[in-house]
């Protein structure tokens, strides 16, 4: 909206909920004055215009192609200096565990939710990423088929699979898995998740799994040596390299937080709209997120607040908790 009041000329002012209602009601009357509002420019301007950085027209890609082309490039870039070498890399962590997340984090989908694909894909993009965090879908009640989405103004085609046997056997280097199912279904679909090594990280967003079933699962997850962020979750962000789902909302948000790099401060809730305050909080107090975790509301969660709290405690980048 800022930016198209700055195009169209007109004085639009937005406001988020760093604001209070009061506050902009007063200042719509005159009664106080209008703050300014840092802006930032140059993250979204690569979506600003229908062309790629270089200027070129742009095409349709399947993901496969777009991760071919980005490791063509990444020799060229890590000359440059383009990328720097980080433990979000996936280097070992001083408890000699790998990061749960990294730059390098290569996601699977069950459920059809386009959305928050497009959303992970808008935020993949904007922090530079070599090529996009989803691998593909799945998605039951369908044939296989490919799914068209954006990455910057190019479009890519996800493969969505029927069954998730076949995308773990054409897709082995994703390790994480974002479960849209339902609470009716969202048991099964995890423990059919299980059986697959290559998965490290399952998020489970839905809400109202039975306790009894909620604590089977989380007793065969943690012998499997697999991390649960969820029951009832909006997910997780580690910035600059990966997003869970819909968490931290629209691009804008994503911009106005910083969440594009890393910063210094890590932080654990139960909700989405407690972590959204957090990424916003610790945007304009501090120098950025460098992760946040959503572990959800419901009793017993795969997760707990002292899980993260250890594991942000083994990496030395991270000299704030929260």
Not at 19 to 30: R, Y
Not at 94 to 108: D, H, M, N, V
Not at 146 to 154: A, E, L, N
Not at 207 to 213: A, M, R, T
Request: hydrophobic share 40%.
């Amino acid at each position: 909206m800022r930016n198209l009041g700055s195009t169209l000329g007109v004085p639009i002012h937005v406001f988020g909920p760093e604001t209070h209602m009061t506050a902009i009601v007063n200042m719509g009357l005159g009664k106080s004055a209008v703050p300014e509002i840092r802006r930032n420019d140059s993250i979204p301007s690569l979506f600003s215009l229908g062309q790629s950085e270089s200027g070129e027209a742009v095409g349709s890609n399947s993901i496969a192609e777009v991760a071919v082309e980005a490791e063509k490039e990444a020799g060229k870039a890590a000359e440059k200096g383009g990328v720097a070498p980080s433990l979000s890399d996936g280097e070992e962590l001083e408890c000699g565990k790998k990061p749960l997340f990294s730059s390098k984090t290569r996601a699977i989908i069950w459920g059809m939710q386009p959305r928050a694909v497009q959303g992970m894909l808008d935020f993949d993009h904007v922090c530079r990423r070599e090529f996009p965090s989803v691998e593909a879908m799945i998605y039951p009640f369908s044939g296989n088929h490919r799914q068209k989405f954006y990455w910057g103004h190019k479009e890519v085609l996800v493969p969505v699979y029927k069954e998730m046997s076949e995308a773990m056997q054409r897709h082995p280097d994703a390790d994480v898995l974002v479960n849209f199912a339902s609470l009716r279904s969202a048991y099964e679909s995890t423990l059919e998740t299980l059986k697959y090594e290559q998965i490290r990280c399952v998020a489970i967003i839905a809400e109202g799994i039975p306790e009894n079933l909620t604590k089977k699962m989380n007793k065969m997850a943690k012998e499997k040596g697999v991390a649960i962020v969820g029951p009832a979750t909006v997910g997780g962000v580690k910035a600059g390299c990966f997003k869970i789902g819909n968490t931290a909302g629209m691009l804008d948000n994503v911009i106005s937080s910083k969440l594009y790099r890393p910063g210094c401060v890590a932080y654990v809730s139960r909700s989405g709209g407690m972590s959204n305050e957090l990424n916003n909080m610790i945007a304009r107090s501090a120098n950025g997120v460098f992760e946040g975790v959503a572990i959800g509301g419901d009793r017993y969660p795969g997760t707990t607040f002292i899980d993260h709290v250890l594991r942000f405690h083994g990496n030395p980048r991270e000299i704030g908790r929260a």
